[in-house]
C-alpha cells in the first residue's frame, strides 16, 4: 500500500468510528505535560491511537496515544493526545502520518503544542511561547520522496508558515488574559539527547529562542497541505550555554503540567474566536 493510501485507510476508520469530522473542526496536538487541555473537551469521543490501522503507536511514556473528537466551548475539535516523534525511530512520513490523516479528515486549521528549552536568554521558564518561524535542523523533511499532488505542490513555500492572523489573535488574547507570552524562533532537532553547551551556543547563534524535538514535522506536512497553523511552546527549562544545567525529564514534564493551566486558557480563548 502506497503511503497516502495508508494515510486514507486510517482516515476511512476514524469517520467510521467516531463519525464524519464537522466542517470547521480545529485539529489540537498536545505536547509533553500539555495533555490536560484535552480534559476541556466536551462530549469527548476518542479511539486509541492502536486500533486505527496503519497508524504508528507512541512509545513515549509521557504521551497518552489518543484521537479524540468534542468540543471546547462549542468549538469543534479532533485532539491528538501524544505525537510521534524521530527519535522513536519513526521516518518523518510516520512521524506527520496523523498530520495528513486528520488533513484527509478535512481539517484545515491546526493548533501545536510542544515542551521546548529556552534558548533566549530574556525568556522566562514556565511562560509560552508562540512560534513565530521555524528551523528544521533535523536533516529530513515528511516532503521526502514522492510528492502527493492531491495533498501539495512538490516545492511549497515556506514563508509564512505560521498564520499571522491567528498569531495576532494568540498575542491579542494573551493580552487580554495577562498572561506573559514570547515570541520567537523555534528549532527542532532530532533528539532524544539534550544538547551539550556548545551545541546549545550554535543554535542560539544560528537564531533560534526555544528547543524541541518535535513540531517542524508536522508544521511542514500541515503547511504543504495548506491548512492554517498556530503552534505554541511551553518553556519548561532555560538552556544557557555558560551556566548549562541537566534538564531532566521529570522536570520537563512537571514545568509543563503547571504551566498548562495558562495554555489551556489561552487556547480556549483563541478557539472562541478562531
Ligand atoms: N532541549 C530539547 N528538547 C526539549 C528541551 C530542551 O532543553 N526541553 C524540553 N524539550
Redesign the pocket.
Known sequence: MKYHEKVQHSAAYIQEKLGKIQAGSIALVTG?GLGGLTDAIENPASLSYAEIPEFPVSTVASHAGRLITGTIDGVPVIAMHGRFHLYEGFSAHEATHAIRTMGELGVRTLILTN???ALNPSFATGSPMLIEDHINLTGTTPLRGENNDAWGERFPDMCTVYNPRLRQLAVDKALALGLRLERGVYIQ?M?PN??TPAETRMYRALGADA???STCMEAIAARHMGMRLLAFSCL??K?LPDCMQE?SLEQ?IAQAEKSSTAMTALIKAILKEI
Open positions: 509533553t515542551a521546548a528549552g532537532i533528539g539534550m544538547e528547543i524541541g524535538m519548561t527549562n538552556n534538564a520537563v
